[in-house]
């Protein structure tokens, strides 16, 4: 039998979503848990702090993806020749952008160009899974959701032996355990609730406006929801509960209908019960605060800094309009009392990364694949849940990184190339 034949058997045989749900909710974040345990805000060496930061254990496993689709018979050719021409051109821009910032203005090209690199990566990724996502059922996305809240559960148990066998304060660099940073494999634990909340406003979205479900199965997906958002909730992340309640307005304005009455009050009883939990549960630290008496202060401390850090990348954006300053520039060109990977908006992250060239680009394609997928994703019950999570991680964009660390954008791209796939089996 030839590779092809051997891949598209094993996944025939196991489903797509299983592989998805596995590889992306379960094994990569543990492995990530596992290379890099910390209690402070960085790892050491250097190179290993560089890695994380870049998240590059996700890109490989993007590679890896890859390399298994090409063997099973994908070609860019194929996907290219499907692409509209506006689509064409939004690419050629966003490839001017990624290429003269990066290569040429940067400071620090290596890092720029490696980014720069990655994003094609994580584009050529969404096109594998389209690949394999085609041919199969859209029912099979059901099994998807489970696996992710198994990897909760395993998150959760790490996240357990981690804060309740920490080491001698003395034995960490500085001296001093910094909680927020001591999650399992997540840069801090913003980006930890970032990823509990996505998951939750799938969840959501099932339990308000998903396929009609009774006995086991609901009470599975209401546990899983406890459990989503209860961590969401115990993480302090305000952006991924706003971004739940924004999920909820979209398919409220999208349906034209409330969610059924019984629906709504089990949601509301399962939120108010996490929250509830979460309190409990809660560590006497700030930084794990829905709202600290600090965050009263003025906006700029009501919004976590990010007036003075939006303010700080647009001025710095303006001097180098047209091509950016290089992919990841934030890092380095932009400091308002620490340094920061990314400015915490989408779009400001685009213009100061690869100018209005390369922003429009990317603008145009992020734009053009909501509206092309819209319709299909809210409009079928079994799809709902990923849109839900998918809106989520776009919502968080303005407001968080979720579009530039990889474990984010490889779930934008999940959600994306099945949502097209869903789209062609329609049409069909």
């Not at 509990?196 to 406006?209: H, S």
């Not at 007036?307 to 001097?319: C, G, I, P, V």
């Amino acid at each position: 039998m030839n590779h092809a034949a051997t891949i598209r058997a094993s996944v025939k045989r196991w489903g797509l979503y299983d592989w998805l749900g596995v590889g992306l909710g379960i094994a990569m974040p543990v492995i990530a848990a596992l290379l890099y345990p910390t209690y402070m805000h960085r790892v050491a060496p250097g190179w290993a702090e560089w890695t994380r930061l870049l998240e590059l254990p996700f890109v490989a496993c993007e590679l890896i993806v890859i390399q298994v689709a090409v063997r099973a018979g994908y070609r860019d050719a194929a996907i290219w020749r499907l692409l509209p021409r506006d689509v064409i051109a939004a690419f050629a821009l966003l490839c001017v952008g990624l290429t003269i910032g990066s290569a040429f203005i940067s400071r620090n090209p290596f890092d720029s160009v490696l980014l720069s690199l990655t994003t094609l990566i994580h584009l050529r990724f969404c096109a594998t899974i389209y690949f394999f996502a085609r041919t199969r059922p859209k029912g099979e996305i059901r099994t998807l959701f489970p696996w992710l809240t198994l990897g909760l559960v395993a998150l959760a148990m790490l996240t357990i032996w981690r804060f309740q066998l920490p080491p001698p304060a003395a034995s960490v660099p500085g001296g001093v355990i910094e909680w927020g940073s001591a999650l399992p494999g997540f840069i801090n634990v913003r980006h930890f609730g970032s990823w509990t909340g996505a998951i939750a406003a799938g969840l959501m979205l099932a339990l308000l406006y998903g396929e009609e479900g009774e006995g086991q199965g609901r009470m599975l997906t209401s546990l899983s929801y406890l459990l989503a958002a209860g961590l969401t909730c115990w993480s302090g992340t305000r952006a991924a509960i706003l971004a739940m309640a924004v999920v909820a307005l979209v398919a409220l304005v999208s349906l034209r209908r409330w969610p059924e009455r019984a629906r709504l009050v089990h949601v509301a009883g399962l939120s108010a019960l996490a929250l509830g939990l979460a309190l409990l549960l809660l560590p006497d630290d700030p930084v794990f605060y829905l709202y600290a008496s600090g965050d009263a202060q003025d906006a700029n401390a009501a919004t976590g800094g990010r007036l003075a850090l939006w303010h700080a990348t647009f001025a710095r954006w303006q001097d180098a309009p047209l091509f950016g300053w290089g992919s990841g520039s934030t890092f380095w060109e932009v400091f308002v009392g620490w340094t920061h990977t990314q400015p915490h908006n989408v779009v400001l992250q685009f213009l100061i990364s690869w100018g209005v060239v390369g922003a429009a680009g990317g603008l145009w394609l992020l734009g053009r694949a909501i509206v092309a997928t819209h319709r299909t994703g809210m409009g079928d019950a079994a799809l709902r849940p990923l849109t839900g999570m998918l809106y989520s991680l776009l919502f968080m964009s303005l407001l968080e990184g979720m579009l530039h660390y990889p474990r984010f954008i490889m779930m934008i791209a999940v959600g994306f190339a099945v949502l097209f796939a869903a789209r062609e089996q329609r049409s069909v």
